[in-house]
Antibody, heavy 119, light 109 residues
Framework: HVQLVESGGGVVQPGGSLRLSCAAS????????MHWVRQAPGKGLEWVAL????????YYADSVKGRFTISRDNSENTVYLQMNSLRAEDTATYYC????????????WGQGTLVTVSS | DIQMTQSPSSLSASVGDRVTITCRAS??????LAWYQHKPGKVPNLLIY???TLQSGVPSRFSGSGSGTDFTLTISSLQPEDVATYYC???????????FGPGTKVEIK
């Protein structure tokens, strides 16, 4: 069955960097796009980034464009989110999610990893 | 960019009640609309996609309808395990963005 396991969250100072990882199993990883979605404490869901199955096409929310970079390693079945220039408003639980079929939704989600940006 | 609104923001209903949640898009989205259930401490769960298609394994008391700008999620007979926040979500191809509604919190009376 599909499993997505995030890691890499933690506490970081404003302006700092962090890299999140999401290890996937239970499906043919190299044939699906992958997303990152976040939820700030007490707030709703916010889409962050999408990477295509082959890794060439990447899309970002305006709120993270130029600061975050999504990437993937199909040999390791892992998707990453490199987060730079972190701000307090980036504090959230970050979920990786698998692109659905049809590819407009999110059909499997990881358990999330908490990122706290604070001095 | 497309904006999504949901109403109500929260509701309280009795077990067995019929519950309806509305989602409205700021522009026409044909049927690019999904509903998710997010229980406290759990991961979001895809309930319905393409506005009305039930995801595999989701109980049949959940249903979705609508097209264009107005959509509804209906729970035909509310159960205690349905306590959650429900989000609608759409997709835009130009620019490629994915937008969630603000959520509707459902509680048992």
């Amino acid at each position: 069955h599909v499993q997505l396991v995030e890691s890499g969250g933690g506490v970081v100072q404003p302006g700092g960097s962090l890299r999140l990882s999401c290890a996937a199993s239970g499906f043919t990883f190299s044939t699906y796009g992958m997303h990152w979605v976040r939820q700030a404490p007490g707030k709703g869901l916010e889409w962050v980034a999408l990477i295509s199955y082959y890794g060439d096409d990447k899309y970002y929310a305006d709120s993270v464009k130029g600061r975050f970079t999504i990437s993937r390693d199909n040999s390791e079945n892992t998707v990453y989110l490199q987060m730079n220039s972190l701000r307090a408003e980036d504090t959230a639980t970050y979920y990786c999610a698998k692109v659905s079929s049809p590819p407009y939704y999110f059909d499997y989600w990881g358990q999330g990893t908490l990122v706290t940006v604070s001095s | 960019d497309i904006q999504m609104t949901q109403s109500p923001s929260s509701l309280s209903a009795s077990v067995g009640d019929r519950v309806t949640i509305t989602c409205r898009a700021s522009q026409g989205i044909t049927n690019y609309l999904a509903w998710y259930q997010h229980k406290p401490g759990k991961v979001p769960n895809l309930l319905i996609y393409a506005a009305s298609t039930l995801q595999s394994g989701v109980p049949s008391r959940f249903s979705g309808s609508g097209s264009g700008t107005d959509f509804t999620l209906t729970i035909s007979s509310l159960q205690p395990e349905d306590v959650a926040t429900y989000y609608c979500q759409t997709y835009s191809s130009a620019p490629r963005v994915f937008t969630f509604g603000p959520g509707t919190k459902v509680e048992i009376k």
